[in-house]
């Protein structure tokens, strides 16, 4: 087959959709909070956002020391097996009553958040279930997800090949959680692959205040106070400025310690799930799976066959890394797929397709249009021009970097770190891995829709 045309434009189409970053602005951010997702992009419903609260400004936190703290009590957490715990603030005015459950052997985990404000009463609620269902309920809307299992399964096989059999990923965590804003309030359930407390991600900037045998306070940059008990690991204070004259406090008021699967989904069993509509879980992968490449670059430094390794595991892993990718443009058609001149890419192959049908099949005859579409729709002949394109598309490597905030959302692969020349060719192994089996699942789409409708043959 005659492949420079084909492969140019194939270029082409990758260094417009390349050279476009604009058009990721205010896609997932590098951290995702689920909840947060949930009820503002899916739901369209208000979320009481996080915004900067008390600033530690001055704070040069001992990192050594923060550390070992910190791990002490998530060590101390890890130990609890689960909780019911109940969270409460006042303000003249403003109320907030929050209940958080988890059982951590299963994962299982249930939140139910009642907040008033002059008068008005907002409740939201978010719940697992049996059957691999997770459900969100918020201002008169209820959303289910489905497939939870099928999705964790495949992540699973991705640790064991990549990461080791002894990598670290654990059974997902739907963990609950609740912080004050300076003015507001966020809560939800977070997706985790470890049993580390929520907050930990709000302290370890920060600075220790005070310690104790029983407590260790420490001030953030973005949470205020955080109070977090010795004997539990569990947040029991907050506080987060002033708001009239009144400090923002948040108390732990209840705290019941493992207390079981039952007790957990008890809270929600009477908690109606008529009239949800079903969700797709493609959005959970994309944290999880970041977690898991993670590990995978932290595993590969430590190697000494300078990634051969991951590059037969990458390999043998090609139909989870696709089934991947189909799941994210079934979401979204990506910006990187509405970009390319799909029209002009498969016309310039079509003619070249015909020139080599011509050339290599013996009595072709230039008029006889009915064998080249049957031509045309030989696994084989599809196989050859996908190659094409997608090595032409390869080889330009601006394009690489929209294609993983595509999966990813935007910055969410360049926050993943390497620490040695091994990481760096680990991370520049998985990349290539993921965006083949990108561009080879989105070609075939194009091509099917392209060539198995009239207007695309005749």
């Known amino acids: 087959m005659a492949k420079p045309a084909v492969m140019e434009i194939a270029r082409s189409a990758a260094l417009t959709c390349g050279n476009r970053r604009d058009w990721m602005a205010g896609m997932i951010s590098k951290t995702p909070i689920f909840s947060r997702t949930l009820l503002r992009a899916l739901l369209a419903l208000p979320l009481f956002l996080l915004p900067n609260a008390v600033r530690a400004e001055d704070v040069k936190p001992d990192t050594a020391e923060i550390g070992t703290t910190i791990a002490e009590l998530a060590a101390t957490y890890e130990k609890l097996g689960g909780f ?10 403003k109320s907030l009553h929050c209940t958080l459950a988890t059982d951590f052997a299963s994962g299982m985990g249930v939140i139910h958040l009642v907040a008033t404000k002059d008068g008005n009463r907002m409740e939201m609620r978010q719940w697992t279930a049996p059957g691999d269902r997770y459900y969100v309920s918020s201002g008169g ?18 640790s064991e090949t990549l990461a080791g059999k002894g990598s670290d990923i654990r059974p997902v965590q739907m963990s609950p959680f609740i912080l004050l804003g300076e003015s507001d309030f966020g809560a939800g359930l977070r997706l985790k692959t470890d049993l580390e407390p929520t907050w930990t991600s709000d302290v370890e900037n920060g600075s220790i205040q005070s310690a104790s045998d029983s407590k260790v306070e420490f001030l953030t940059e973005k949470s205020g106070l955080l109070t977090i008990n010795r004997g539990s690991g569990m947040l029991e204070r907050q506080s987060s400025g002033v708001e009239n004259g009144v400090p923002r406090v948040m108390e732990l008021k209840r705290l019941e310690k493992n207390p079981g ?25 994309r ?17 000494k066959d300078d990634g051969k390794k991951l590059d037969d595991a990458l390999e043998a892993q090609y139909e989870a890394l696709r089934h991947f990718a189909e799941a994210c443009m079934k979401e979204k058609e990506s910006e990187f797929a509405a970009k390319a001149d799909w029209e002009k890419l498969f016309a310039t192959t079509k003619a070249e397709a015909r020139r080599d049908w011509r050339a290599n099949t013996p009595r072709a005859d230039a008029g006889d249009e009915k ?33 993983m905030d595509d999966m990813f959302g935007n910055g969410g692969w360049a926050s993943l770190k390497v620490g040695s020349r091994r990481g760096v060719a680990a991370k520049k192994s998985i990349v290539t891995a993921l965006v083949r089996a990108y561009l080879e699942a989105l070609i075939d789409q194009k091509m099917d ?8 043959l005749d």
């Open 261 to 285: 699967k039952d007790a957990v989904m008890k809270i929600s069993a009477d908690w109606s799930t008529e009239g949800a509509v079903e969700k797709p879980v493609t959005a959970w992968s």
């Open 449 to 456: 829709k392209q060539w198995d409708r009239r207007d695309g």
């Open 371 to 403: 064998g080249f579409q049957e031509y045309l729709k030989q696994g084989a002949t599809r196989l050859k021009l996908r190659e094409v394109l997608v090595s032409g598309m390869m080889e330009v490597e601006e394009g690489r970097e929209p294609i």
């Open 141 to 158: 809307g209820l959303v289910v997800f489905k497939g939870l299992g099928e999705l964790l399964e495949s992540i699973r096989q991705l």
């Open 287 to 303: 944290p999880l799976r970041l977690a898991l490449f993670q590990l995978v670059i932290n595993q590969a430094e430590l190697e």
């Open 84 to 93: 019911i715990a109940t969270y409460q603030s006042e303000l003249p005015g």
